[in-house]
T-cell receptor, first 112, second 113 residues
Framework: KAGVTQTPRYLIKTRGQQVTLSCSPISGHRSVSWYQQTPGQGLQFLFEYFSETQRNKGNFPGRFSGRQFSNSRSEMNVSTLELGDSALYLC???????????FGPGTRLTVL | AQSVTQPDIHITVSEGASLELRCNYSYGATPYLFWYVQSPGQGLQLLLKYFSGDTLVQGIKGFEAEFKRSQSSFNLRKPSVHWSDAAEYFCAVAPDSWGKLQFGAGTQVVVTP
């Protein structure tokens, strides 16, 4: 099976812009979770989607949003980018109702 | 507060020597426990997991971990490290919500010849 794929792999934006990141889960996986990884804060949970519904959300401002499509693919959006949003954004997928998550390679976002 | 602690930020080990990485958690009940490894510029790869049952868990790449309820620990071990084991290792727990993992701060492992 193909693994979790994330596009794009690298992205450079300027402050105030918005960005959309995409994640395609492993075939058959219905849960998609998103994480932000920074040197200062480590790995932090953003949100999780299952069957197009957000089931869980971390402590991030409303500028961070996401969605999931009927084919389980997911996107996350960050509006009004700030310098502190520079990070590696990781997507993970898991089969229905298990906690074993399989991660993609991540999208490296740089905000200038 | 619920937490995951990896006491060692950085460990240097000689190739062929044994490795042990520590992980302690603080939760009301025993959560699901995981170890992941991350190579530079890469995502996280699952090494092993513990849900219940046998407290000694075998994983990929020759790693194993032992769950000790009395110590709230889930330490990762490898008898003989290879240069390719140089990476950052993360302990994670799935406390009580679907799809949410809480990670420790990570331990950077350097392997010397």
């Amino acid at each position: 099976k193909a693994g979790v794929t994330q596009t794009p792999r690298y992205l450079i934006k300027t402050r105030g812009q918005q960005v959309t990141l995409s994640c395609s889960p492993i075939s058959g996986h219905r849960s998609v979770s998103w994480y932000q990884q920074t040197p200062g804060q480590g790995l932090q949970f953003l949100f999780e989607y299952f069957s197009e519904t957000q089931r869980n959300k971390g402590n991030f401002p409303g500028r961070f949003s996401g969605r999931q499509f009927s084919n389980s693919r997911s996107e996350m959006n960050v509006s009004t980018l700030e310098l502190g949003d520079s990070a590696l954004y990781l997507c993970a997928s898991s089969p229905a109702n298990t906690d074993t998550q399989y991660f993609g390679p991540g999208t490296r976002l740089t905000v200038l | 507060a619920q937490s995951v602690t990896q006491p060692d930020i950085h460990i240097t080990v000689s190739e062929g020597a044994s490795l042990e990485l520590r992980c302690n958690y603080s939760y009301g009940a025993t959560p699901y426990l995981f170890w992941y490894v991350q190579s530079p510029g890469q995502g996280l790869q699952l090494l092993l997991k513990y849900f219940s049952g046998d407290t000694l868990v075998q994983g990929i790449k020759g790693f194993e971990a032992e769950f000790k309820r009395s110590q709230s620990s889930f330490n990762l071990r490898k008898p003989s490290v290879h240069w390719s084991d140089a990476a950052e290792y993360f302990c994670a727990v799935a406390p009580d919500s679907w799809g949410k993992l809480q990670f420790g701060a990570g331990t950077q492992v350097v392997v010397t010849p």
